[in-house]
């Protein structure tokens, strides 16, 4: 396979694991295992589920690990071609037309040729993550793409499936070796099927207890042990309470950094009153964690961690 | 094929081929096709007798298989082709299936004998709209079918509903057509090119210069593109609304047909996303698999409920973009009060307009007395009332009215406040 020579440090699931790992990322086996196969299949990887899961670190992380350059198109509504894919430098055209006048040049054709050339042409996201050389194409990351509006989608459907883009002007850019795609969803809106077809699909959902304390003891440096397992079983509990949205990795992350940084080493009712904005985002939430609520968490967090120690 | 002759109600006696007639027949068959909504032209008739005439006397599924290919182009038409097939080349007992379209009253069915998609449309076609009597009138049957229960005190029903008629179709899309939603655009980001505007559009602008070897530089200008927003619809199916629920279901079809982007949920005590059953096109088999997906019809109704669930599956999913969402129910909610005026407000607050049709609303002196209107009242951003929800044409009538003090839900809260 010329593939597994070009990306040699993933050639099994383990080692796709491993190699996320050195750079801090904890991704579970079924995470790993859709991440080895877009790799080997070539296929584009569509990511989905809810805010701050780490679906965008994948990619990020994916670019380090494989020593790529990480190209980002983030998107929203009413992204376009000039601003997705490339834009034609008009001042400097303008110019050269000017100058070309100036100097008598009345050849048409080779006017055009000028103007339409490769240095008037400003590559955005797209075309920069189609232009990659053999061995070392780039991570292409394509943010929420469910900002954009159906328009856009259906172009970018053309671009996963040929990776190959035309500009009337200048010709067609085909990629010398696809680029490796990652493409994440937040659901604020239904991707269209025929895209999720192309891409293999993986579901990012909330970590297990076990393996959010080996991501809060890696990238939190310096935060208690007891703190750390208070943390998690106090985010794991709130998950199950129905809240209006749920806290994710980053939130939790961010709160044990939070209290790290203010020297607490356990949970208490008040600690939690006057972090809880770190954690949770929504009016409704906060009120129903700061009334009663909270304080029964943690009662049951404790009680737990007891009978565990 | 030889047929019993003699029904005054036949319009076209089929004949055996090899009659001479056989080319008659298709012709007629073609006309009963586009009657029941197909589109053939007159090469696919001529197609058509090529054909038979190319396949000789064979068996009939041949038959069939060859008039398929000619008359149906699309697979949505399959079902509606299969049944005008059925009924007009068929020799068996076809006086019985013409008594039987014929009859005013609804045949018995049972669970096993659906009636089949477009089965309506087709005998409208084969027998002439003056022929059959009103079929517009015609009581749905609910066959109420109990069920283990997942939850106490929730019986699940099957609904029927009766058939679409092509008359009722044609009506219901021209309707729809009319429909303007008040406030129904939204700028999009995205541009188009204008005669006159005031954005220059460079690349445009550039291109067109080239033309004339850039001596003519005319600035090209446009615009920014408006759209319809996203339209998402909850409707209420439960025991109180039930009577409406066919008059809607048949209003939300043509609606997802003719706009883009509409989610359509049903809701009695739990909801169901019907989106995808309806963008099956034909009509019949579009509801039919809506009826399929609800398993609480004309139940109890729990809005509060509902309302949660939808923000939290759906709401993100579904209301970004500017969606208007239109939410049909009488507001008679009996449980949690507090939930349903919560949650109301919650929709109210994630999407772009909160439009409440309720058709309680077209009583005279309606005050809202129950506690669930109340609760809902301050959060909606208009209160259509809707004169008679049996009639498409009024539904449309009263969403495409301009917003008025007549919509206008705090009116209602001003007047308990006066007296």
Redesign the interface.
Known sequence: MPESAELPRAESIDSVIELLSQHDYLAGRSLATVVFLALRMQRPLFLEGEAGVGKTEVAKVLAKALDRPLIRLQC???L?V?SAVY??N?PA??LE?RM??ASGV?D?GR??GD?FSERYLIRRPVLQALSGEPGKAPVFLIDEL??T???FEAFLLEVLSDFQVTIP?FGTVKAAEPPIVIVTS?????VHDALKRRCLYHWVDYPSAADELAIIRRKVAGCNEQLSRQIVAYVQRLRTIDL?KNPGIAESIDWATALTELDRLALDPETIGDTLGTLLKYQ?DIARIQGGEGQAVLAAVKAELLAAS | MQLAGGNDGIVVPPIAAGDGRFADNILYFARVLRKAGLKPGPGAVVDAIEAVDALGIGSRVEFHAALGAIFVKRHEDQPVFDEAFEVFWQSRDLVGKMIQLMSPRSPDRSETQKPKAGQSRVSDALMGQNQRPEREERETEVEVDARLTMSPGEVFRRMDFGQMSARELSVARREIERLRLPVDTVKTRRYQPTPRGRRIDPRASMRHSLRTGGDLMLPRVREVRVQAPPLVVLADISGSMSQYSRIFLHFLHVLSERRRRVHVFLFGTRLTNVTRQLRHRDPDEAIARCTEAVADWSGGTRIGETLRVFNRQWGRRVLGQGAVVLLITDGLEREDIDLLETETDRLHRSCRRLIWLNPLLRFEGFEPRARGVRAMLPHVDELRSVHNLQALGDLVAALSAPVSRASDPRRFLLDERAS
């Open positions: 929203y509504e009413g376009d000039a834009e034609w008009y055209q303008m037309i070309a006048e009345s048409r006017l055009e103007i469910d900002r509006d159906e328009a002007e937040n659901r604020t809106r239904e209006f409704e």
